[in-house]
């Protein structure tokens, strides 16, 4: 795959994840709570995720942007939509930014892609979904449950949209007037967090608490990325070593490289978990405005 020692440690959160998810819809499943198999149906679309994102689904040029955020990468990579990369260049030479507020600025245009991306996959699941309801000839009750499944589906379509477009949005803004000094949060996964809450049916007191609980997710973040920095340094530390034919050099190096490896495995798998945990709240939340 010619990975990264970083995107490395990203795939084994990933699957890790999977993994654990897989282990409780067996669980479900064999107490019979997902007859609809919307759970199983979306483990499959999670997975499929993984897969693009980490080029292994078997289709050339499929990897989404590396989200590994000490690689600028600004000139090779691609964003695959005119209207991020007008709005990325006219960012980049608008001289509003400073060389950190840009790396901040292009983590949040590659975050963007990868949310659209997921939205096309789910979108792709929905409609091939679609054409086998309507290929049904009898109608039945498993059917009106598979209606349900779609409806389900819709809605999470809907919900994504909706941050897509709130994320556009932000990212127009940003990107003419530059970044708002006041601004709470910086991590682009945590801003996408607190624009939905505030459109979620949250009480004022449940809105702050959430808020504190982003200011946390957030530290967790900058942590697991400076684990990721430190990580890919040791990595490039290793390599040199490797020629050089000092074995104790390398042995010391080694060490240093798997501790660090699996410090960013653990700290990844727990940002995503409580990423995975706080978008499902904010997702109920939106639900109830629509009930």
Not at 142 to 151: A, D, G, P
Not at 208 to 221: M, N, Q
Not at 223 to 251: A, C, F, P, R, W
Request: proline share 1%; aromatic share 6%; net charge negative.
């Amino acid at each position: 795959l010619h990975l990264s020692a970083v995107k490395l440690a990203e795939l084994h959160s990933d699957l890790k994840i999977q993994e654990k998810d897989e282990l409780s819809w067996k669980k479900l499943k064999a107490e019979g709570l997902d007859e609809d198999g919307e759970k199983e149906a979306k483990l499959r679309r999670n997975l499929n995720v993984i897969m693009t994102k980490y080029g292994m689904n078997g289709k050339k040029d499929s990897q989404l942007v590396d989200t590994n955020y000490i690689k600028d990468g600004t000139e090779s990579d691609t964003l695959d939509d005119p209207r991020l990369e007008k709005l990325w260049s006219k960012a980049k030479t608008s001289g509003k930014f400073s060389d950190e507020e840009l790396n901040k600025l292009w983590r949040e245009f590659k975050h963007h892609k990868e949310k659209i991306h997921e939205y096309n996959i789910l979108l792709e699941t929905v409609s091939r979904t679609e054409d086998i309801h309507k290929n049904l000839i009898n109608p039945s009750e498993e059917n009106l449950v598979k209606e349900e499944v779609l409806h389900n589906k819709h809605r999470e379509l809907k919900e994504k949209l909706r941050s897509i477009n709130q994320g556009f949005e932000r990212l127009r803004k940003v990107s003419h007037q530059g970044y708002d000094t006041t601004s709470e949060f910086e991590e682009p996964r945590v801003i996408d967090l607190w624009d939905m809450a505030k459109s979620a049916n949250f009480t004022e007191k449940e809105l702050e608490s959430f808020r504190e609980e982003l200011k946390h997710f957030e530290a967790k973040i900058e942590k697991h990325h400076h684990y990721q920095k430190q990580l890919e340094i040791s990595h490039q530390k290793l390599k040199h070593v490797e020629g050089t034919g000092d074995k104790e050099h390398l042995n010391r190096n080694k060490e240093k490289y798997a501790m660090l490896e699996e410090k960013t495995k653990e700290l990844g798998y727990k940002v995503k978990k409580h990423l995975q945990d706080l978008s499902s709240r904010i997702s109920q939340g939106l639900q109830h405005n629509e009930l």
